[in-house]
Nanobody, 126 residues
Framework: QVQLVESGGGLVQAGGSQRLSCAAS????????MGWFSQAPGLERELVAG????????YYADSVKGRFTISRDNAKKTVYLQMNNLKPEDTAVYYC???????????????????WGQGTQVTVSS
């Protein structure tokens, strides 16, 4: 079992930065792949960034490459998403998710993630 709690969302101006944090509880965190998904109104939830349990495999969506950085601290059971040079199109609810069964790889499909946080709103104003 893994429980996930996101923090760090809010309102930011275009070009600004924000860091999202996802604190986990439960034994499976250190062996799970962690992902950050975004969901804008009317759109499907999509993987923005993901990191395998060891950090050896990392994925970024093309739209955020060079701007977002995902990292994890297994000792603190926390995964981070550093978002720089934010754009209005980054506005969405961001969800932290854990794939406890395939920790060696980053899956893009939300269906493979078995634990989810409640989401945190990120709004980028122009």
């Amino acid at each position: 079992q893994v429980q996930l709690v996101e923090s760090g969302g809010g309102l930011v101006q275009a070009g600004g930065s924000q860091r999202l944090s996802c604190a986990a509880s439960g034994r499976s965190f250190s062996s799970a792949t962690m992902g950050w998904f975004s969901q804008a109104p009317g759109l499907e939830r999509e993987l923005v960034a993901g990191i395998s349990w060891s950090g050896g495999s990392i994925y970024y969506a093309d739209s955020v490459k060079g701007r977002f950085t995902i990292s994890r601290d297994n000792a603190k059971k926390t995964v981070y998403l550093q978002m720089n040079n934010l754009k209005p199109e980054d506005t969405a609810v961001y969800y932290c998710a854990a794939d406890s069964r395939n920790g060696w790889r980053v899956s893009r499909s939300s269906a493979l993630y078995d634990y989810w946080g409640q989401g945190t709103q990120v709004t980028v104003s122009s």
